[in-house]
């Protein structure tokens, strides 16, 4: 009887060590992290409090709006209730997606300390880069232009 709870355990273990890591979003369905492999991604913090950060929202939504191989997030830095979130998004018109709990945890890579940060992840999950102060469509394009070259060089190395 003690092996099977000691199997139970080891597959309960299993189990959750396989589970898909999910970003859940603010008033939209959870997206798992392995299905945006192929796109840059761009994790925002951000608040109210910050002007630099509230500077930057235009930017990020015309980025968000333009580029189909990149996805904007949100992380609003203050613990908020969904409500909260709600008014904030209103207010400050952000037009891309908000995770509702910070994801620093599950996707490896420190917590920012100083706002606004945007943390840059490549097309293969990766983080590349942690990028501080307001950020700008032209700021965030040049990852875009750098996987551009990249693969340019690859195809003339073929």
Same mark, same amino acid.
């Given at each position: 009887?003690?092996?099977? #709870?000691?199997?139970?355990?080891?597959?309960?273990?299993?189990?959750?060590?396989?589970?898909?890591?999910?970003?859940?979003?603010?008033?939209?369905?959870?997206? $798992?992290?392995? $299905?945006?492999?192929?796109?840059?991604?761009?994790?925002?913090?951000?608040? %109210?409090?910050?002007?630099?950060?509230?500077?930057?929202?235009?930017?990020?939504? %015309?980025?968000?709006?333009?580029?189909?191989?990149? #996805?904007?997030?949100?992380?609003?830095?203050?613990?908020?209730?969904?409500?909260?979130?709600?008014?904030?998004?209103?207010?400050?018109?952000?037009?891309?997606?908000?995770?509702?709990?910070?994801?620093?945890?599950?996707?490896?890579?420190? #917590?920012?300390?100083?706002?606004?940060?945007?943390?840059?992840?490549?097309? %293969?999950?990766?983080?590349?880069?942690?990028?501080?102060?307001? %950020?700008?469509?032209?700021?965030?394009?040049?990852?875009?232009?750098?996987?551009?070259?990249?693969? #340019?060089?690859?195809?003339?190395?073929?």
């Amino acid at each position: 009887m003690l092996s099977y #709870r000691v199997l139970w355990v080891v597959l309960c273990f299993l189990m959750v060590g396989c589970s898909a890591k999910q970003l859940p979003l603010h008033n939209e369905e959870a997206i $798992d992290w392995k $299905d945006l492999r192929g796109q840059w991604v761009f994790i925002n913090y951000w608040a %109210q409090w910050c002007k630099p950060c509230i500077k930057e929202i235009p930017e990020l939504n %015309q980025f968000a709006k333009s580029n189909a191989r990149a #996805r904007v997030f949100g992380v609003y830095y203050d613990p908020v209730n969904s409500e909260q979130l709600s008014v904030l998004q209103k207010e400050f018109d952000v037009g891309y997606s908000l995770i509702t709990q910070d994801p620093f945890q599950m996707l490896g890579y420190e #917590r920012p300390k100083v706002l606004p940060a945007t943390i840059v992840f490549d097309p %293969q999950g990766y983080v590349r880069q942690v990028l501080f102060g307001p %950020q700008t469509q032209k700021s965030l394009g040049v990852w875009l232009q750098e996987e551009s070259a990249i693969n #340019r060089k690859e195809d003339m190395n073929r």
